[in-house]
């Protein structure tokens, strides 16, 4: 028998929910009835299967949650038509953003897991067969599966994660926390160890020691806030090239954070000072041995970084000095510039400008000059960089550090067009008309100088960029 809407009462009954809200169909999905589910699916309209409670919880979300892989599996597989469908639920989440992987996540079910990321998802497919975007959909806290999984200590899903999507261990919360740091957070080391195994030295440094969240702190600013168990904090330290006076937003060092905590116990200090001192940081730890101070001045940068922030003081400042007056003085030319149309020279061009003094002169001012620039290029950019990584500066920030970039490269460029235009000769060939040989000489003395005194500082910028 059927209504006038042609539904017969299992349909109705199918439609009709409990006081709960929850239908026939999540009931018997939380009960994992496999046959029972079934014959609900094949009675039900493709809305009430996808959207089930009050609290948009779907029928994915209550079987992932349940650990039900069968139902799972079924559900996926059932209605091969509806796969885009399938897809926009796999993102959708119920009210706290869950999502059917989020809910297999929390119950730490990995074949559910494989199941839903290995979902053939039509024109959604991403590289390896699924879309990347499930592993970026973020729940009401900003939190990504990957995360959910670190801070339930799920090792075998993290390994399953890295192989299908090897950079989600950079994949960001909306705290600007990445999988390692909630790892450390939660003294997670098995997983820690996890996140570094397939990582080169350098990947892992700035997974420990230079992913910033909103307060300034990488993952070793909080495992150096955990002295109870030093474990984390040791295995850390082992890399290479971890940074150990990254500073936070107070001013705070890995460093000062573990010497301020161990500051109320002698023997913890000990310890601290012998776990550092097997990263060659002893005299970081001398200038910190007095546990007092860090009481006194909770907000004052470790020793080290004031005396580079001295030294870059004065090194931008002696800089900027020597590029002010290297630029005037290629301007004002020794011996004076040409005041009418010769055979040697237009109007404007150095008089002295083939005589072999005055090319010691070009080469030594163009040197000095770019080389300032590069000092003040280079200490400016070490600044931001092992300061803040770009994606949490302020957008203000970013567009500052293209604007000087673009500033400085323009100078530079105005500079070299300048000298080109004041001091090289104009008519090589009437001048040597005679004696084609010393034209080739000249010119190419002319350029290489140039040339020469512009890529040396560039060079120096690449070597210091490698020796950081």
Aim: proline share 3%; aromatic share 8%.
């Amino acid at each position: 028998a059927c209504n006038s809407d042609k539904n017969t009462p299992l349909h109705e009954a199918v439609k009709k929910g409990n006081q709960f809200g929850e239908r026939a169909l999540i009931i018997a999905l939380q009960h994992c009835h496999v046959d029972a589910t079934r014959l609900l699916l094949a009675a039900t309209s493709l809305f009430l299967i996808f959207w089930l409670r009050v609290d948009r919880q779907t029928c994915l979300n209550a079987a992932a949650h349940g650990g039900h892989l069968e139902v799972v599996k079924l559900i996926l597989n059932e209605k091969p038509s509806c796969l885009n469908m399938i897809h926009l639920i796999l993102l959708g989440g119920d009210v706290n953003g869950v999502t059917p992987l989020y809910a297999a996540v929390h119950g730490g079910h990995l074949e559910i897991v494989r199941e839903i990321l290995n979902t053939p998802l039509n024109w959604f497919c991403g590289m390896n067969g699924f879309d990347k975007s499930l592993m970026t959909k973020t729940d009401d806290l900003g939190r990504c599966a990957i995360h959910i999984t670190t801070i339930k200590g799920y090792g075998n899903i993290v390994d399953l994660f890295i192989s299908m999507m090897p950079d989600c261990v950079e994949i960001r919360s909306s705290c600007l926390k990445t999988a390692m740091y909630f790892a450390v957070e939660y003294n997670q080391i098995g997983i820690v160890k996890r996140l570094v195994y397939e990582n080169e030295d350098e990947i892992t440094a700035k997974l420990v020691s230079c992913d910033f969240d909103l307060g300034g702190n990488t993952a070793l600013h909080m495992a150096a806030m955990n002295i109870v168990d030093l474990e984390l904090l040791v295995y850390l330290l082992s890399f290479p090239n971890v940074n150990l006076h990254a500073i936070n937003n107070k001013g705070l060092s890995p460093l000062d954070i573990a010497v301020e905590a161990a500051s109320q116990n002698t023997s913890d200090f000990g310890e601290i000072v012998r776990i550092f001192e097997g990263v060659d940081a002893t005299r970081s730890l001398i200038r910190h041995s007095k546990p007092w101070k860090h009481s006194q001045q909770n907000n004052s940068k470790d020793n080290g970084s004031v005396q580079d922030d001295k030294i870059l003081d004065v090194d931008t400042l002696v800089a900027s000095l020597i590029a002010t007056v290297t630029f005037v003085a290629i301007f004002q030319v020794l011996g004076g510039t040409n005041e009418s149309n010769d055979i040697k020279n237009h109007i404007g061009v150095a008089r002295m400008s083939l005589e072999t003094i005055f090319q010691v002169f070009l080469f030594s001012d163009c040197l000095a000059f770019f080389a300032s620039m590069t000092v003040v290029i280079a200490w400016l950019f070490r600044e931001r960089l092992q300061t803040r990584i770009i994606t949490n500066q302020s957008p203000l920030a970013k567009f500052s550090m293209l604007s000087l970039g673009t500033s400085i490269i323009s100078t530079g460029l105005a500079f070299l067009s300048a000298t080109i235009l004041v001091t090289v000769p104009h008519n090589f060939e009437e001048v040597y008309k005679s004696d084609p040989k010393d034209l080739k000489e000249y010119r190419l003395m002319f350029t290489s100088e140039i040339l020469i005194a512009y890529a040396a500082p560039l060079l120096a910028v690449v070597f210091l960029s490698l020796a950081w």
